[in-house]
Every structure is written in C-alpha cells, then in structure tokens.
C-alpha cells in the first residue's frame, strides 16, 4: 500500500478564513514534506518534518502553518492567504534509510483557490 | 550547484509511437539518487523509478525504459508504443545522498500528449 491520501481534494477560501489541509499515510514513513505547485510548475518544497519534528522550512511565510500530530499525519494550517497562493499543495511521504530519504510518495494534493 | 534540466517542454506522438523524454542533471555531488514522476491530469505524482548514482544499468519495465549515462549527465526516459494513458506531465528529480535535506531538485516537466 504506497498511499498517501489529502483532503480535501478542492478548496475554497477567502482571504480572512481559516482553513487546514490534512494529509495521512499508513506506510511507516517518518519523512512527510508539504509542496506547492503552481501552473506549469514544478512542485516547490515548503516543509520537512523528519519523526514528527520540523527539519525544513524553506522560508514559508507565516500564514502557512504546518503541524505533524503523530507519525502517520500531517497538517497545514492556513490563515490570511493571498489570491497569489491558489496552487495545488501535495504532501509527501518517504522512509529514511542509511542513506537518508529514500523516494517520495505523493498524495493527489489539494486544489486551493484563495478568493 | 544542483540543477536538472528537461529541456523539452511538450511533446506530441500519436498512439504506438516510441517516445524519449530527455532529462540532463548538474551536481558536485559524487553520490546522488535521480527519480522519474509521472503527474496526470489528476494532479498526483505518481513515482516510476530512483536511480543511485553508483548504479549505471539501464533498467526496463514493461514499456518504460531508462537510459542512466553519468558521462553526459543524462537519465533519459523511453516509452515504447505509447498510449492515450501515458499523457501526463513527466518530471525528472535529483536528490543529493544522505539526505538531511530531503529535497527534491525537479526539472520543469515535460508534457506528453498522445493521441489516438
């Protein structure tokens, strides 16, 4: 089972809501990232958490508020975005080996439109 | 510095056609792992295939098959006879080894569209 599973799949939010994307994966992992991407982009990394502690933030700003609650779960919390954040946000999952991490698995992400 | 380049935007073919997508990297790095991830309309990313650095066998799986030359720097990725499923943005990935980072060095993707 390499399932990564988000909800929701689409969202809509206003720029003064309160909103929060969930990410679950039974796989063991303890590696699980947050990407955005935007249209005819590549995904873009904005949050490592390596055994549920935050290891990378790549300059995210603050209305971007990832939580990892246990090893299995992955939040981000959204508060106050821009229209300039609509993209589709994917989370990631891969097991660490002696070599660090080995290949991520993606969720089909969440479809975000900040009106 | 790490880059990856895939230097072809879009690609067209009609249905049975083979198909080559081209994916050339840049890295200091002696040990690295290079990644192939297919991303349909749909929106996931769905992972194909990691390669590591010190393993130059090209490698086949069904109708996919890879091309790993690290005197050039490329990691190319063949379709043989295409099909209308195989339409997706592909992105080539390199990660630097032991990975504190974790971080993913994706090239801009190459969209292919096959056509019945």
């Known amino acids: 089972d390499t399932e990564v599973t988000q909800t929701p799949k689409h969202l809509v939010m206003g720029m003064t809501n309160k909103k929060s994307l969930k990410c679950e994966q039974h796989?063991?992992?303890?590696?699980m990232y947050w990407y955005k991407q935007k249209a005819k982009k590549p995904p873009e990394l904005m949050f490592v958490?390596?055994?549920?502690?935050?290891?990378i933030n790549e300059s995210v700003p603050s209305r971007f508020s990832p939580e990892c609650p246990n090893s299995s779960l992955l939040n981000l919390h959204l508060h106050a975005l821009q229209p300039e954040d609509s993209a589709l946000y994917l989370c990631?999952?891969?097991?660490?080996?002696?070599?660090?991490?080995?290949?991520?698995?993606f969720g089909q992400g969440t479809r975000l439109t900040v009106v | 510095a790490q880059k990856v380049t895939q230097a072809q935007t879009e690609i067209s073919v009609v249905e049975k056609e083979d198909v080559t997508l081209d994916c050339v990297y840049e890295?200091?790095?002696?040990?690295?792992?290079l990644f192939w991830y297919k991303q349909p309309p749909s929106g996931e990313l769905v992972f194909l295939i990691r390669?590591?650095?010190?393993?130059?066998q090209n490698e086949i799986s069904g109708r996919y098959s890879w091309n790993f030359q690290k005197s050039t720097s490329s990691f190319n990725f063949t379709i043989t006879a295409s099909q209308v499923v195989d339409s997706a943005v592909y992105f080539c990935?390199?990660?630097?080894?032991?990975?504190?980072?974790?971080?993913?060095?994706f090239g801009k993707g190459t969209k292919l569209s096959v056509k019945p």
């Open positions: 990631a999952s891969s097991r660490r080996d002696t070599s660090g991490n080995t290949e991520a698995f």
């Open positions: 796989m063991g992992h303890r590696a």
């Open positions: 958490y390596s055994y549920e502690k935050l290891s």
């Open positions: 890295t200091r790095d002696t040990t690295y792992y």
């Open positions: 390669r590591n650095s010190f393993d130059e």
């Open positions: 990935a390199l990660r630097n080894y032991g990975g504190s980072q974790g971080n993913l060095i």
